[in-house]
């Protein structure tokens, strides 16, 4: 077959500087719509256009359950593009700019409040979410495509994930800040969606150009239609237990970001600097994290790494079960703990995906990393859905009062009970059990031994370079 113009085989060696921080970019855009619609659609929805929650719960949840479809189409569809730009890299463009003017879209309310309001968020969020999965798709494609070294894979998530914390920290510190400066109510929360939107093509833009100079791939071959590529998938235990556990425990970070703004109004009573108090807490250690997770990474190998980091997550939301009684300081220390085990949690599954796909191209020799991250965005987007409905349920079985007022309705005492709840136990819940699922992430025992030397800043990538396997 062919090689388009533009493409060129994956590297063994390191990449350059700039295409890390290149790559890196994209995560603005990802971060962004991963957090802030997480963190604000739902109080958007009861606070200020007076939805009750179990509909508004359901008006978050369905538009991102779409993508569930959307995403295997999009990786399949990005798998047989051709173009002078590579397979990836168009999408992250044209994708990106139409991700970053829907978004705006999303809090634009020409209707005001009351059921035409909703309705038209419901649809603004419906498209904001497909042009997402035509980015997103692609992008997370690519690592697999710009190197086939290990430990290269996981320099690349590394920082990713440092530039996705820092736009989590941006976007979700941030943006309700804008939303108070706005006015508050429908006022501030346009400007809000303007300052996010920004932030989007930024991303889309640095990811676009920064990558331009990458290796994009040799196009190969691929399965003939997407039922048998879903079937390859599927059939791909690693990869599927791997999935699996990543799905659910993006339900239990989601809960969590959909509870913040209630948990800091209803449970801190701080509901004007609680939420990105909260955030700064989350996200800021995973900023200074890395380097330990990288040494743990290279001592344990990625998938002990990961369930280490995955019960340091779940502990620190369980903790928080004492939160009413706590002093401010200690609940705020908590968080951060949270954030270091989100941090590793990230950086190893994400590091293991690409992983999956590159061990299934050398079996089957067939180019299939579209389908693959196009499922696992697809389950990531359900995910990351599923957070603030389930959180939304739980607020309309204890008895949330929604308002049209642009601030938080008094709440009983009950009510107050499932916004903690919704904010802790169960989010411990959904990141704890899938763990289990990881005794049957296997792939090759070579593979398996690589696992111990591929993280950035460590001896171990050094001996594993020299072809020598970490104890």
């Known amino acids: 077959m062919k090689t388009p113009p533009g493409a060129g085989s994956p590297v063994s060696g390191p990449l350059p500087r700039s295409v890390h921080a290149g790559y890196a970019l994209g995560s603005l855009a990802t971060g962004a719509f991963g957090t802030v619609p997480g963190l604000l659609l739902l109080p958007y929805l009861t606070d200020t256009l007076g939805v009750a ?4 719960a359901l008006l978050v949840l369905l538009p991102k359950a779409w993508d569930v479809l959307v995403n295997p189409v999009a990786g399949r569809i990005s798998d047989r593009t051709r173009s002078r730009w590579g397979a990836r890299r168009p999408y992250l463009l044209v994708a990106g700019i139409a991700l970053a003017a829907l978004f705006a879209s999303i809090f634009a309310a020409p209707f005001g409040n009351g059921p035409a309001a909703a309705a038209y968020v419901a649809f603004a969020f419906l498209a904001t979410a497909t042009a997402f999965a035509f980015f997103q798709v692609p992008y997370v494609a690519m690592p697999a495509e710009l190197t086939d070294d290990h430990a290269e894979r996981t320099r690349l998530m590394t920082w990713r994930i440092a530039v996705l914390a820092l736009a989590i920290l941006v976007s979700g510190a941030v943006a309700p800040l804008v939303v108070s400066a706005g006015g508050d ?4 929360h346009r400007w809000m969606g303007l300052f996010v939107a920004v932030l989007i ?4 833009l640095g990811a676009f150009l920064g990558t331009r100079s990458a290796p994009t791939g040799t196009v190969g071959e691929s399965e003939p239609t997407l039922r048998a590529q879903l079937a390859v998938a599927g059939a791909n235990r690693p990869f599927r237990a791997l999935l699996i556990c990543f799905v659910v425990q993006s339900a239990g970070v989601a809960t969590i970001l959909a509870g913040v703004n209630y948990f800091a109004g209803q449970i801190l009573r701080d509901e004007q600097s609680g939420p990105t108090l909260l955030f700064v807490c989350f996200v800021g250690p995973a900023l200074l994290v890395m380097p330990l997770w990288s040494r743990i990474g290279a001592r344990l190998g990625k998938r002990t790494a990961l369930v280490v980091a995955s019960l340091i997550l779940a502990a620190g939301a369980l903790a928080l079960v004492a939160a ?12 951060a703990l949270i954030g270091v085990g989100y941090a590793g949690q990230q ?3 994400l590091s293991m995906l690409p992983d999956c796909i590159a061990h299934e191209t050398a079996r089957t020799g067939r180019r299939q990393a579209g389908v693959f991250t196009g499922l696992w965005t697809a389950g990531e987007t359900l995910g990351l859905a599923l957070g603030p409905g389930i959180y939304g349920l739980v607020l309309q079985l204890s008895g949330y009062v929604s308002s049209d007022t ?6 009983s005492d009950t009510a107050r009970l499932g916004v903690l709840l919704g904010f802790t136990v169960l989010p ?10 990881l005794r049957q992430y296997t792939l090759t025992p070579a593979t398996d031994r690589l696992d111990h030397a591929v993280v950035l800043g460590t001896r ?3 001996r594993h370079e020299k072809g020598t396997m970490t104890p």
């Open 406 to 411: 642009g601030s938080a309705a008094t709440q």
């Open 201 to 204: 093509a930024l991303g889309a």
């Open 324 to 335: 009413s009684v706590l002093p401010p300081v200690a609940v705020y220390l908590v968080v």
């Open 53 to 56: 929650a179990g509909l508004a």
């Open 460 to 462: 171990a990538v050094d």
């Open 347 to 349: 950086v190893f599954a």
């Open 185 to 188: 109510g429908v006022a501030g």
């Open 428 to 437: 411990a819940l959904l990141i704890a059990t899938p763990i289990l699922l």
